[in-house]
């Protein structure tokens, strides 16, 4: 293996391979729909190699995919080298964007990460999360034009230095975006000299909008905080309605959060929802997905009547979370991303008429 940091993940023996098998197994999302597995485990065990000195042999045991889903599962030969994967989200594969989670059965466990140290692999391959956690390092920018891509942006706003997790939020069903964006940047001490740099640059006839982002506690303003109903809030100032017109395309307005979140666009067809076996491989996959954004107290997808009569709710798929900051982190990162071929469109829900069943 090339040079790299010194890394001496303990590869557990034998025996005990089945007992650490649920902390050794990531998920994979984003995958193309003809990657194979060999082709997966070649890649995983290439990358790895290029940050990572450790035993000789293959990193990845095995590989098990969905390419309907387009999803799979990596199994790692250790602990530690599952969990330095994990820096891994984000990564580019064959020109799409890797999502790499903890699989749906996995339980942390009490005292913190399993294995002790790892290496952040994302930092020595330089791969920029799609993932861009709450801090007080996290960095909103709003007032971006329409006609920036990803790359754009992220040639603007590297000059600063590299980034650690960067978020474009785009329209649904579209490639451009709605003029705002999240971003870390690996070290943080940078963080504070980049947002004096560039609030307030123009680019066109747009003035950009930079400061730290509001951290999931509520969206009212207060010391310190910043109101998305009035993007003047951060100044200190009061809402004026044509200064809010006017910067609307800067910060625009957040819809008040709910603990319940409704999703469409997740469910292709009926057909999905009939069969068991399929339904089960559906429900899995989207609380997958949304656990990661909070603790999800109850998942529902509506099937359809064997009788044929009418169902509330069908092709949408609504999750209770526990909070409403928990509701509003998956609706940030849900809302216009890719789920299967299409493009997800979330919305809030009263909780009365959630627990009501008025779907």
Request: proline content about 8%; charged content about 20%; overall charge negative.
């Amino acid at each position: 293996m090339p040079a790299g940091l010194p890394w001496q993940p303990q590869v557990p023996p034998q025996m005990n391979m089945a007992q650490t098998r649920q902390a050794r197994r990531l998920y994979v999302g984003g995958l193309p729909m003809d990657v194979t597995e060999d082709e997966l485990k070649r890649f995983f065990n290439s990358t790895m190699a290029l940050a990572a000195q450790g035993p000789p042999g293959e990193i990845v045991l095995s590989v098990y995919l969905n390419l309907e889903k387009k999803f799979g599962f990596v199994e790692f030969r250790s602990v530690d080298e599952a969990t330095a994967a994990l820096s891994l989200d984000g990564i580019d594969f064959r020109g799409l964007t890797l999502k790499m989670r903890r699989p749906n059965d996995y339980i942390p466990p009490v005292g913190g990460t399993p294995g002790g140290s790892t290496i952040n692999l994302a930092s020595q391959l330089g791969v920029v999360s799609s993932q861009v956690p709450d801090g007080p390092n996290k960095v909103f920018c709003g007032g971006l034009p329409n006609a920036l891509n990803e790359e754009d942006v992220k040639e603007l706003i590297s000059v600063h230095g590299p980034l650690k997790a960067f978020h474009l939020v785009k329209e649904n069903g579209s490639m451009t975006n709605k003029g705002f964006c999240f971003w870390e940047y690996i070290d943080p001490t940078v963080t504070v000299d980049a947002v004096e740099a560039l609030n307030g640059i123009r680019i066109g006839p747009r003035t950009l909008t930079v400061r730290r982002s509001l951290p999931k506690d509520g969206f009212s303003g207060g010391a310190g905080g910043f109101d998305p109903s009035n993007p003047l809030s951060a100044l200190g100032l009061p809402a004026l309605p044509a200064v809010l017109n006017s910067l609307n395309s800067a910060a625009p307005t957040e819809p008040k959060p709910t603990c319940v979140l409704v999703m469409t666009n997740m469910i292709g067809s009926t057909e999905e929802l009939v069969d068991n076996a399929n339904f089960t491989d559906l429900s899995e996959d989207v609380e997958l997905e949304l656990r990661k954004y909070g603790e999800v107290r109850r998942l529902l997808i509506p099937r359809p009547d064997p009788t044929g009569k009418s169902v509330r709710g069908l092709l949408k798929v609504f999750c209770q979370f526990a909070t409403p900051a928990q509701a509003a982190a998956a609706f940030e990162e849900v809302n216009g991303r890719e789920f299967g071929d299409e493009v997800v469109a979330a919305s809030y829900m009263d909780e009365s008429d959630f627990a009501a069943g008025n779907l």
